[in-house]
C-alpha cells in the first residue's frame, strides 16, 4: 500500500507550510503537491486552506488528522509484524554518523550489530546533526545519532530518542588570545571574530540559542563545516570557535590553543528514529546494541 499520501498530508499539517514539509520528506515542493492533490481527490474532500503565507487545515483535515497519524503507525506495526514472522533479521540498515567514530561508540556499536544480527548488513552515511535528522524523518535513513541542547528537548517532538550523554562545547581561540578571553563572558566573546557553522550543524543552533538568550550578535569572520578544519583556524590565529571539551583540552595541551574559562555550552548526544518506525525490528535491534554500547554513561 502507498502510503505517500498519508505522509505528505501528516508532515504539511505539522508545518503548516509546503515548502518545509517536501524538505522535510526529500521530495521537490509540485511532487508535494500532486501527492496531496490525489489524496484530497481519492477522499473528495478539502484538507487544506491557503493562507498567504502557508496552509493551514480545513475542518475536514482537522478531523482526519489523528486518524492518519494511526494509520501509519498501524502500517509501521504491520512492517514489523511481518518481519518477526520472518524469523531472524535480514536486510540493510541505514544508519546516520556524526563526528568522529570514538566519540559515538561507534565501533561497538557495529560489533554488537554484526554479532547478534548476522542477516543485518549496515549502511553509514556521515553529516552534520541536523542534516542526518532530516533524512530520518525523510525515510532515506532509518535511525541516526544525533546532537542537540541538553536533554534533547530540541529533538524530543519529532523523534524518538535514546539519550546517551551529555557533554559541554568550550569556547576556544588562538594562543596569543588568552588577555582577550579569560574571564570574558558572552557579550565580550561575542565581539570578537567568530568561526560560524551551517544551520545544519549543532554548534549553529546551540550559539543561536545563546545569542538569543544573551541578547548579543556573534562576529562571524568565516564558515567552515569540518571540526577539524575549524580548529586549523583556531590554531592559525583566524578566529574563536567552540570545541568539545575533550578536543578542547586535547588542543590546549597539545598546541596552546586558549579555552574561555568564563562560559560553557552544555550539550547532548542521542540516537534517534522516526516514531512510527520505533516498533520495526532492525530499529529494535540498533536502539538495543547502542543502549548496550552505553550503559553505564545513559542519563
Request: aromatic share 6%.
Amino acid at each position: 500500500m502507498d502510503y505517500s499520501g498519508l505522509r505528505a498530508f501528516v508532515m504539511t499539517a505539522q508545518e503548516g507550510n509546503l515548502t518545509r514539509a517536501a524538505e522535510r520528506l526529500y521530495i521537490t515542493q509540485p511532487a508535494l503537491s500532486l501527492q496531496l492533490k490525489k489524496l484530497q481527490e481519492s477522499l473528495d474532500l478539502s484538507l487544506f486552506e491557503r493562507l498567504p503565507r502557508g496552509v493551514r487545515l480545513t475542518q475536514a483535515g482537522r478531523q482526519l488528522l489523528p486518524a492518519a497519524e494511526r494509520a501509519l503507525a498501524a502500517a509501521s506495526e504491520f512492517r514489523a509484524a511481518a518481519a518477526d514472522l520472518k524469523g531472524s533479521l535480514m536486510g540493510t540498515l541505514r544508519l546516520g554518523t556524526i563526528v568522529d567514530p570514538e566519540f559515538l561508540r561507534l565501533g561497538v556499536c557495529l560489533r554488537l550489530l554484526a554479532e547478534r544480527h548476522p542477516g543485518v548488513s549496515f549502511m553509514l552515511r556521515h553529516g552534520m546533526s541536523g542534516a542526518m535528522a532530516r533524512e530520518v524523518e525523510a525515510g532515506s535513513l532509518d535511525a541516526a545519532f544525533a546532537l542537540g541542547a541538553p536533554g534533547l528537548e530540541d529533538l524530543q517532538d519529532r523523534f524518538h530518542v535514546l539519550s546517551l550523554t551529555g557533554f559541554i562545547y568550550r569556547v576556544v581561540a588562538p594562543p596569543s588570545w588568552g588577555g582577550q578571553v579569560r574571564g570574558k563572558g558572552w557579550r565580550a566573546l561575542a565581539q570578537l571574530p567568530w568561526i560560524w557553522t551551517p544551520p545544519e550543524s549543532v554548534h549553529h543552533r546551540l550559539l543561536n540559542r545563546i545569542a538569543a538568550a544573551e541578547n548579543v550578535e556573534f562576529k562571524v569572520v568565516a564558515q567552515v563545516d569540518l571540526e577539524p578544519s575549524m580548529m586549523d583556524l583556531v590554531r592559525s590565529g583566524v578566529a574563536l570557535s567552540l570545541a568539545r571539551d575533550s578536543l578542547a583540552l586535547h588542543a590546549a595541551h597539545a598546541d596552546g590553543v586558549v579555552i574561555a574559562d568564563a562560559v560553557v555550552v552544555p550539550a547532548a548526544l542521542g540516537f534517534i528514529c522516526r516514531k512510527d518506525r520505533v516498533k520495526e525490528p532492525p530499529i529494535v535491534a540498533a536502539m538495543e546494541v547502542v543502549a548496550e554500547a552505553w550503559r553505564g554513561d545513559m542519563r
